[in-house]
């Protein structure tokens, strides 16, 4: 089983940034892989951002990419997504999730453990 808890989220204006942790526990994390999601008002899940075992491979949705950086921290069981140039359309509640399968990072069936998931909400 594994625990993932994101923070960071909040209220920030447009063009602003923000950074979201997520820390992991339960089981040894470099047995999982990472991504975030992100769902919006009245929408459905989302792929963002995804990160291999390593931290060497990195996988961004075409929204995000050139804006966005997934990082992990292996020594320190944490997860990290900076976003930089936010908009409106960023506004969400963001998930941290885990996988161990080979799975596409992008699909959001590869991944069985979820956070909770932190609000961000960008204003103009």
């Known amino acids: 089983q594994v625990h993932l808890v994101e923070s960071g989220g909040g209220l920030v204006q447009a063009g602003g940034s923000l950074r979201l942790s997520c820390e992991a526990s339960?089981?040894?994390?470099?047995?999982?892989?990472l991504g975030w999601f992100r769902q919006g008002p009245g929408k459905e899940r989302e792929f963002v951002a995804g990160?291999?075992?390593?931290?060497?491979?990195?996988t961004y949705a075409d929204s995000v990419r050139g804006r966005f950086i997934i990082d992990r921290v292996n020594a320190k069981n944490t997860a990290s997504l900076q976003m930089n140039a936010l908009n409106s359309e960023d506004t969400a509640v963001y998930y941290c999730?885990?996988?161990?399968?080979?799975?596409?990072?992008?699909?959001?069936?590869?991944?069985?453990?979820w956070g909770q998931g932190t609000q961000v909400t960008v204003y103009s």
């Open positions: 999730a885990a996988a161990y399968s080979w799975g596409p990072l992008d699909n959001i069936g590869t991944y069985p453990y």
């Open positions: 339960g089981r040894t994390f470099t047995d999982y892989r």
């Open positions: 990160v291999d075992w390593s931290g060497n491979n990195r």
